[in-house]
């Protein structure tokens, strides 16, 4: 009997990819007669509309496609549970209480490590257009005070109200996986002004290497950011600890820029083992203060 709702399980996760898929398929070809396609600035790039928060005066818009994370074959009721509740799941749990929402209140109010604002569509005030992330510290162990395993209280009544350590880590994951009934969700992330360089952690170059951005959006017009970029992994020499940190990453974290972030459901493998993946793309945020980042300036 088990071995039998199983099979009907994976039937019906079949089926809920497949609609995905032809979803995703007709959205494509509707922005292929919508939209001209730019030239690419190199073999890696796509370039798609983002959400609201990355228009701009109605113009198109170049975005990079750096990552790819596979979600594994779908074949158990948990992956239902992601494509049947869009709004609160989209990362793998054992605790359905610790939804996206659960994390980033972890990230916001119990540690005030953030600070996040979630823009509504216009015509829909109960979904989430685009988002902004302000990110004001990293709790490293020592902040933490205490064993890591042992839990810190959260303000208010949300439940679960505990959480340690390792909660604490993957908030910085599970947060930024949120998605919109269209499918067109993205994030503005930057990092504060008085963001202390020097509490940069190891573990946090996993976030890094999904969310953050690439050197290859750098722009060259109206100020040449990618000539800064290169004026500054020449002559700035961080300091030993650091030294095992990209230099694009230590370049965002002191001047404090801005970019664009968004991920896509990517649908792979064959009709005996569908797969789910998640694709991340990149973009510079045009409206980005860059006088402070000029080679003199530096």
Excluded at 23 to 32: A, F, S
Excluded at 113 to 137: A, G, M, V, Y
Excluded at 263 to 273: A, K
Aim: charged share 20%; hydrophobic share 35%.
């Amino acid at each position: 009997m088990a071995k039998k709702k199983w099979f009907e399980d994976l039937q019906e996760v079949e089926e809920l990819l497949d609609q995905y898929k032809q979803q995703q398929l007709t959205k494509q070809q509707q922005q292929q007669l919508s939209f001209q396609r730019v030239s690419p600035i190199n073999k890696s790039q796509t370039y798609s509309l983002a959400a609201s928060s990355v228009r701009s005066s109605g113009k198109q818009i170049a975005t990079s496609s750096k990552s790819e994370e596979p979600l594994g074959a779908f074949s158990a009721p948990s992956s239902q549970l992601l494509l049947k509740n869009k709004s609160r799941f989209h990362h793998k749990t054992n605790d359905f209480r610790k939804d996206q929402a659960w994390y980033q209140y972890v990230l916001e109010k119990g540690s005030k490590s953030t600070i996040f604002k979630h823009n509504r569509q216009e015509n829909d005030p109960s979904d989430i257009s685009h988002s902004t992330c302000n990110i004001l510290r990293i709790l490293s162990p020592s902040d933490w005070g205490q064993p890591l395993y042992q839990p810190r209280k959260l303000p208010g009544n949300i439940l679960p109200n505990l959480y340690n350590y390792f909660d604490y880590e993957k908030a910085w994951q599970n947060t930024f996986f949120v998605q919109n009934k269209i499918n067109r969700h993205s994030w503005m992330i930057y990092f504060d002004q008085k963001f202390d360089i020097e509490t940069i952690l190891l573990w946090f170059l996993n976030w890094w290497y999904y969310f953050g951005p690439i050197q290859e959006i750098l722009p060259e017009q109206p100020i040449n950011i990618s000539k800064s970029y290169t004026y500054y992994e020449q002559q700035i020499q961080p300091k030993p600890h650091l030294q095992i940190f990209p230099k694009l990453f230590l370049f965002y974290a002191n001047f404090g820029l801005a970019w664009i972030m968004f991920w896509r459901y990517d649908y792979t493998g064959t009709q005996q083992i569908p797969c789910l993946g998640r694709t991340f793309h990149v973009k510079w945020w045009d409206n980005a203060r860059m006088e402070h980042i000029t080679p003199k300036a530096i």
